[in-house]
């Protein structure tokens, strides 16, 4: 599990790589805290990302909820297996949240401001 942030544009951009699940997100919540104080919005790349559970789907409503009604949060290249979880967990039928199935789609979105 490896895991960087960066901002651009008011947004966090998140890149994850590996397993991510009960026992290492705390980790991943830690590392990107200091940029979800200044973003409008996140999205992740989960291109790299090989499986995840419910617990990175509590991370995301959470930080879904600390951006506001203005924020949005969205996910690039997900596994078909792992967007599933998104539906199952019920993000998908929220508006602020997006996936998107290229990282250069997610970025253009961003650099729009």
């Known amino acids: 599990?490896?895991?960087?942030?960066?901002?651009?544009?008011?947004?966090?951009?998140?890149t994850m790589a590996g397993e991510f699940d009960r026992a290492n997100v705390g980790t991943l919540r830690a590392e990107i805290e200091?940029?979800?104080?200044?973003?409008?919005?996140?999205?992740?790349?989960?291109?790299?990302v090989t499986f995840v559970d419910g617990?990175?789907?509590?991370v995301l409503h959470d930080i879904l909820e600390r951006l506001g009604d203005e924020g949005w949060l969205?996910?690039?290249?997900?596994l078909a297996r792992i967007e599933r979880l998104f539906r199952v967990a019920g993000l998908s039928d929220l508006p602020?949240?997006?996936?998107?199935?290229?990282?250069?789609?997610?970025?253009?979105?961003?650099?729009?401001?």
């Open 74 to 78: 969205g996910v690039a290249r997900p």
């Open 1 to 14: 599990m490896t895991s960087t942030a960066e901002i651009r544009h008011q947004s966090c951009l998140v």
């Open 55 to 58: 617990a990175v789907m509590a």
């Open 34 to 48: 200091w940029c979800l104080d200044s973003a409008t919005s996140v999205v992740f790349d989960f291109g790299a």
């Open 96 to 113: 602020r949240f997006r996936v998107f199935p290229t990282l250069e789609e997610a970025l253009k979105i961003i650099d729009q401001g």
